[in-house]
């Protein structure tokens, strides 16, 4: 499409044009050329996104699918700035990087969690299991999160840094909670009656989330993934003592009990033994 020529081409212009002129020791002009090479390289990615899911650029239509290629781009680019900016010590991917992940988590926390939420919009997110939208719109988000909280080789602010362990962790708990849903509802993910089967899911699947958490802390003895853990047990044990036990019946509720006692007495075990 013509997005591929319009803006490609003033692209390299401007990287090439900033190129010569840093030989020639004009270091400010280079710099704000780059700064040109960046942006129509980001709008370049981000019109041809949108040339291709909606095959126009003035499309009403900004669903949950466009809204997770264009994170995972700005993520994307945003996280290969922060090396180049270490590695190199450019201005440019200084500013750049910071000012593309901070788009990128702002779409994932307001569009993706809130504005395009499938179970409030009702968008389809596929029929197979784990390889679907949910993937792409919670668990990608979710380790780029994490990548950032776990990756000490870059300058962010600490703030930024422990701010992407907490976001990391609600979108896999968010990716966890969706997947089970989906498992029982199918594409289509709206709120209703649900069976007491996807009731217990919920606090299984939690209770697994929580102790592979747990194992990956204490494997790289780290706190603050034992601590996620725990706080991903937390709302577990509130679940069965606040819902289970007054949703649930017969045999779904003594597993749900009978799986958080045990959870509870292997975590117990684990953190005396290796902690």
Do not use: C
């Not at 490609?8 to 401007?14: H, K, N, W």
């Not at 270490?86 to 779409?107: C, E, F, H, K, P």
């Not at 409030?120 to 596929?126: F, H, K, L, N, Q």
């Not at 849903?181 to 217990?200: C, N, R, T, W």
């Amino acid at each position: 499409s013509w997005v591929l020529y319009g803006y490609g081409l003033p692209a390299i212009s401007f990287f090439v044009a900033a190129h010569l002129f840093r030989r020639q020791n004009a270091l400010r002009l280079a710099t704000l050329l780059q700064a040109g090479g960046l942006a129509f390289s980001v709008l370049l990615a981000s019109w041809q996104i949108r040339y291709l899911v909606s095959g126009t650029l003035d499309s009403p239509v900004y669903d949950l699918f466009e809204q997770s290629l264009h994170s995972a781009v700005w993520l994307a680019i945003g996280y290969g700035l922060l090396h180049h900016a270490r590695i190199a010590g450019n201005r440019v991917s200084y500013y750049g990087a910071r000012i593309l992940l901070a788009l990128g988590t702002a779409q994932v926390l307001l569009g993706h969690l809130l504005i395009g939420n499938p179970v409030v919009t009702g968008d389809p997110v596929g029929d197979a299991p784990l390889v679907n939208l949910l993937a792409l719109a919670f668990l990608l988000p979710a380790m780029a999160a994490a990548t950032i909280a776990l990756d000490r080789g870059h300058d962010l602010p600490v703030p930024v840094r422990r701010a992407a362990g907490p976001v990391a962790l609600g979108l896999l708990f968010v990716w966890v909670t969706l997947e089970i849903k989906h498992a029982f509802q199918g594409a289509v993910l709206m709120p209703g009656a649900v069976s007491d089967a996807e009731i217990y899911a919920y606090s299984a699947g939690w209770l697994v989330f929580a102790g592979v958490l747990l194992g990956i802390g204490l494997v790289r003895h780290s706190p603050p993934v034992r601590h996620a853990a725990l706080a991903v047990l937390l709302v577990a044990v509130v679940k069965v003592f606040g819902f289970d036990m007054a949703d649930l019946t017969g045999l779904y509720r003594v597993a749900s009990f009978f799986g958080l006692g045990l959870s509870l007495i292997g975590i117990g075990w684990l953190y005396q033994r290796f902690v």
